[in-house]
C-alpha cells in the first residue's frame, strides 16, 4: 500500500469547515484512498473512500487531486464531537487490513 | 454503517490467566476479521487476520500460540490472550470486511488490563 503523510495535528474553529490534507504520492491507479477517525477510547470509524472522483457523504467530502496524489478530507461544519485523530489510508482493495499511520489530530476548539 | 460489536469492552484480569474477546458483525457477513492492538499515544497495530472456517494468519512478532485466534462462523471471531501479563494490557480492536460496501468496519474495541 502507498504511504501516505499526514499533518501531525490541526485545530478549527466550531462551526467552520475543517480541512484535513494527505499526500499520497506513490498511490498507484488500483488504489483507493480512504478515510477513517478515531475518538478518544473508541474504535475507528469509517469516513468516506474514494479512487479518483469527488466523493461526498453525510459525514464529510473528500477531494482527490486530478493527479491523485493528494486529497483533502473536507467536514463542512465541524463541531466539539469531531475532535478526533484522523487517519488517511491508500490501499488496492478493502479485502485486506488497513495499515495505519500516525494520523492528524484534530482539535476543534468552541 | 454496519455495526461490530465486540464483548467485553472493558476487561481486569490477573496475571497468568486468559481472556477471550467476542467480535461480531452484527448486520452483515464477514468471511474476513481482522485483530488490531493498540497501545497508550500509538497508531493501530495489526496483529492476525482471521479467516472463517481456516487458521488465522499473524503478523511478525505475534505469537500465535499467546494470542488464540478462533473464527468459527461469519459473523463472529474470538481471540484469547492466553496466561496474559501485564505488558499484553492494551486496547484490542476488531474490524471486519463488508464486502458488498468494500468496506472495513470497526468495533468499539476492548481495554485489557493486566495486574
Known amino acids: 500500500d502507498a504511504k501516505t503523510t499526514q499533518p501531525t495535528s490541526m485545530d478549527c474553529a466550531e462551526g467552520r469547515a475543517a480541512n484535513l490534507p494527505c499526500n499520497h504520492s506513490t498511490i498507484s491507479g488500483n488504489e483507493y484512498v480512504y478515510w477513517y477517525r478515531q475518538i478518544h477510547s473508541q474504535g475507528p470509524q469509517y469516513i468516506i473512500h474514494?479512487?479518483?472522483n469527488n466523493e461526498t457523504n453525510e459525514m464529510a467530502s473528500l477531494i482527490i487531486t486530478e493527479d491523485r496524489k493528494s486529497s483533502t478530507l473536507i467536514l463542512p461544519h465541524a463541531t466539539l464531537r469531531d475532535t478526533a485523530v484522523y487517519y488517511c489510508i491508500v490501499r488496492d482493495t478493502g479485502r485486506r487490513a488497513l495499515t495505519f499511520g500516525s494520523g492528524t489530530r484534530l482539535q476543534v476548539q468552541p | 454503517g454496519a455495526v461490530v460489536s465486540q464483548h467485553p469492552s472493558r476487561v481486569i484480569c490477573k496475571s497468568g490467566t486468559s481472556v477471550k474477546i467476542e467480535c461480531r458483525s452484527l448486520d452483515f457477513q464477514a468471511t474476513t476479521m481482522f485483530w488490531y492492538r493498540q497501545f497508550p499515544k500509538q497508531s493501530l497495530m495489526l496483529m492476525a487476520t482471521?479467516?472463517?472456517?481456516?487458521?488465522?494468519?499473524?503478523e511478525q512478532g505475534v505469537e500465535k500460540d499467546k494470542f488464540l485466534i478462533n473464527h468459527a462462523s461469519l459473523t463472529l471471531s474470538t481471540l484469547t490472550v492466553t496466561s496474559a501479563h501485564p505488558e499484553d494490557s492494551s486496547f484490542y480492536i476488531c474490524?471486519?470486511?463488508?464486502?458488498?460496501?468494500?468496506?472495513?468496519?470497526f468495533g468499539p474495541g476492548t481495554r485489557l488490563t493486566v495486574l
Open positions: 482471521s479467516n472463517e472456517g481456516s487458521k488465522a494468519t499473524y
Open positions: 474514494g479512487l479518483k
Open positions: 474490524s471486519a470486511t463488508d464486502h458488498l460496501k468494500n468496506e472495513q468496519f
